[in-house]
């Protein structure tokens, strides 16, 4: 696992930006996993910029972390729509490249083998983008998820209810259960590249970094993964006993290596 501590969200994106776009050159058919919420965000106007400058990302796949399950198509806050506004718009990617749980299906347990079905048809994600939540979850993967869990229907804890409520009108609107890959379907995606900004996360981010694997904090799993890239700005690095081994080994790691 790599950590990497950059001044603030605007460097993050432009570094997580750097590595899409060195895939896309090398693979310009890449499967790209996107996440939502705020975290990520930056990440997508920086590629914006790169594809003003000219990057090409229409060849590019997108595939989809996690849905709300019950929300009918279209509503704005199903992650499906967010995807298609802040990436497929944005960067010029059309729906039919596009993979995601359907979240609206009436037996959603067979969506869910479906999008697993569809991940490997693909031939598997080349790079899957990652937030974290305060309590350590990846995905909608929460606290004590199994790590060899596949793509499932999983009931949302009260915190992650109220940390998505700012998307919604109110926390009644927030919906209780979603479909997420699970912790074994992520893991097999080539390249993990974790994002996490800000004092709140800071917590969360030493235990999965520096503390024991343990299912208590899923993103901990990222211990395991033989190419794991964790991007913080400086308050989510808040807490980390090691902060100035990962600045060193940054700053003095060879160019070629990429991240």
Not at 126 to 136: A, F, N, R, S
């Amino acid at each position: 696992m790599e950590i990497v501590i950059v001044p603030d969200a605007v460097a993050q994106g432009e570094l997580a930006a750097g590595a899409i776009a060195d895939l896309v050159g090398r693979k310009p058919d890449a499967l790209l996993g996107v996440a939502t919420g705020s975290t990520p965000l930056p990440v997508y106007e920086a590629l914006q910029r790169r594809k003003a400058q000219g990057l090409d990302l229409s060849r590019a796949r997108i595939c989809q972390l996690d849905e709300y399950v019950g929300l009918p198509v279209g509503h704005p806050e199903s992650y499906r729509e967010v995807v298609r506004r802040e990436v497929l718009d944005r960067l010029g990617i059309s729906d039919d490249r596009f993979m995601g749980p359907d979240g609206s299906a009436q037996d959603v347990v067979a969506a869910c083998a479906a999008y697993e079905r569809t991940l490997k048809a693909a031939g598997g994600v080349d790079l899957q983008l990652l937030g974290i939540g305060t309590d350590g979850h990846i995905g909608f993967n929460e606290p004590i998820s199994s790590f060899a869990s596949r793509t499932r229907v999983k009931t949302l804890t009260e915190q992650t209810r109220v940390d998505n409520a700012r998307f919604f009108d109110s926390l009644d609107d927030v919906p209780q259960h979603v479909l997420t890959q699970g912790i074994g379907t992520i893991l097999e995606a080539r390249h993990l590249v974790l994002l996490a900004t800000g004092e709140s996360k800071a917590e969360a981010v030493a235990l999965a970094v520096e503390g024991p694997l343990a299912a208590i904090v899923p993103a901990s799993v990222l211990q395991l993964h033989p190419h794991a890239t964790v991007i913080l700005d400086e308050a989510a690095a808040g807490r980390l006993k090691l902060a100035d081994y990962y600045r060193s080994t940054y700053a003095t790691k060879p160019a070629w290596q990429g991240i």
